[in-house]
């Protein structure tokens, strides 16, 4: 059970959560709160857990729901009341599930209660009295169909676990096996010397690659001869390597299937793995590394093998570009974000390949304590490079980009200065530095730490760090010169040349203005400038037309 001091530290987190969140809700429930009510926010904030990846819903009474201040609750008033509630509860809930606990926190300004609310189980959509419930932002209503079957569809027969009838080992290659031995041995070092002794289907069976002697579709994946590949028809096992030049026109590629413990050992040899040099601020040495962390690399491949929709018969793609590799694979991204397998860093609470899973962890090539990505993000942070961008935004593809050089400066710089940084932060910096969007939120909290400047949405990283001559000038390329700058250019010019039409006075500003402005806005800037110093400042005025102005000194 949670101690008071970390309940409290969870309470203020849930409470500084921005904007809505479907798997939290904050109630006053000053003096009571009806209890079919309750019972629908339960069944709702199980099934928006499940849904947003969430190991628990809360539901939060004593406090206000738009400002979020403590007013206290009198609900339930004793511990009897609390706990009979569970029973209550559980009695109209879907498999008679009920809060995982009440915790009750005293405040100066009130009593507050936590109802810890267990995320619907994979598969299972939990009802209240027969009937399903979710949010819509921070309206109750009823599970729409299609959130309905998404709970409903994670639970499918294991494609990786089926039989291949007629498959025997000798349909598995004997190099891969042998690989497969070593690797098993580093991961399950205690039974190093009795592996030896086993014959091959003793230790695919406890290596739990076979079932009870059978070959699955996993073994064939992992360790099948190239011939096998027949045996998981109409499922395809294939890897395309491509090596695109600067202008993205391909110079070379190659296939690989079965068996991948070898042929991802192959790929990963193909991929040109250079030296890359930087040079810190404030220093005369460089900083050599490889463009590429091995782990990374093997990560985001490992990763594209293990979570591969097999059934939509598309190859893995691994493309290699003079600074950028990119990893595609068939099939939705089943956590949904990759902010929630950050927070979460632990396993997910399924796999669409759980048998093949369990194969590559115990073969050595994945970790399934969930923290396998996190690690991927922690590497690069730790390197100073950008972090591993994901592209969730088709509906049956995950691409993962991971660059090979720096982007920004001040980035690197930042990540330099401050080596204990949180990685959730990280993750907002490289947002900004890669020109993402980030809410206002977000924004605000970077900018209270001093780590951006910039109006939300035009941000940019600080350049505190800028010393160079070359980050100084990318700087204020970002950050622009304010507005009596721009008025004064205008006006020199018009002392200059004795009038400026408004084409002139776009080239003379266009590219002063901060890089961090689109060309729209850019233009904005300038009409505005121009409405600012006529009809407010009266300096110059338009003695041409709209269509054909000619800006002159006020007199």
Known sequence: ??????????????????????????????????????????????????????????????????????????YKPNRIGLDNLKHEVARQTTNNITFV????????????????????????????????????????????????????????A??????????????????????????YKKKQPGFANEVNRWDDLTFLNKAKVIIQGNITRAAIVLLGKPESEHFIAPGIAKITWVLKDEHGVDKD?????????????????????????????ETLFPVEINQYDPYVIREALHNCIAHQNYELKERINV???????IFNNGGSFIPKTIEAVIEQNAPPKYYRNQF?????????????????IRKMFTVQKDRFFPLPSYD???????????????????????????????????????????????NKEEANLLK????????????????????????????????????????????????????????????LLMDKISDALSERQKQSKINNLLFSMSSRDKTIRNDGSKKKSKWVLAE
């Open 101 to 156: 606990e009440i915790h009750e926190l005293i405040f100066s300004e009130g009593r507050v209660l936590m109802f810890q609310i267990p995320a619907a189980p994979p598969g299972i959509p939990i009802a209240w009295q027969g009937h399903y419930y979710g949010r819509d932002g921070e309206s109750l209503v009823a599970l729409n169909i299609q959130e309905l079957e998404e709970i409903r569809s994670q639970i499918k």
């Open 1 to 74: 059970m949670m101690q008071d001091a970390e309940l409290k530290k969870l309470f203020g987190e849930l409470r500084a959560l921005p904007g809505e969140n479907e798997w939290v809700d904050f109630k006053e429930a000053k003096n009571g709160f009806n209890f079919d009510k309750l019972g629908k926010y339960f069944s709702a904030l199980s099934n928006e857990a499940n849904l947003k990846d969430k190991q628990w819903g809360w539901l939060i009474f004593g406090v206000t729901d738009k400002t979020r201040k403590i007013v206290g609750t009198n």
């Open 356 to 372: 093949l899973t369990t194969a590559m962890a115990n073969l050595n090539m994945i970790d399934t304590i969930g923290g396998g």
């Open 448 to 507: 209270k730490q001093k780590l951006i400047e910039g109006r939300h949405p035009n941000i940019f990283i600080t350049s505190r760090v800028a010393v160079s001559a070359a980050d100084k000038a990318k700087y204020i390329k970002y950050r622009g010169f304010n507005n009596a700058h721009y008025k004064k250019m205008i006006i020199d010019f018009i002392k200059e040349y004795s009038s400026a039409s408004k084409k002139e006075i776009n080239d």
């Open 253 to 281: 590629y190659e296939h690989f299937g079965p068996p991948f413990i070898l042929n991802t050992n192959r790929i990963l040899a193909k991929i040109r793995n250079l030296k890359y040099r930087y040079l810190p601020n």
């Open 319 to 325: 493309i290699e570009k003079p600074e950028e590799l």
């Open 158 to 183: 294991d494609w990786s676990a089926e039989i291949c009838e007629g498959a025997g080992t000798n349909d598995l290659d004997s190099d891969a096996l042998k690989k497969a031995r070593e690797e």
């Open 392 to 438: 969730l935004s088709k509906p049956n593809e995950v691409t993962v980009k991971i660059a090979g050089k720096v982007l920004n400066e001040n980035y690197t710089q930042l990540l330099i200065e401050n080596p204990n940084v949180d990685i959730r932060i990280v993750m907002l910096l490289d947002k900004v530095q890669k020109r993402e969007k980030i």
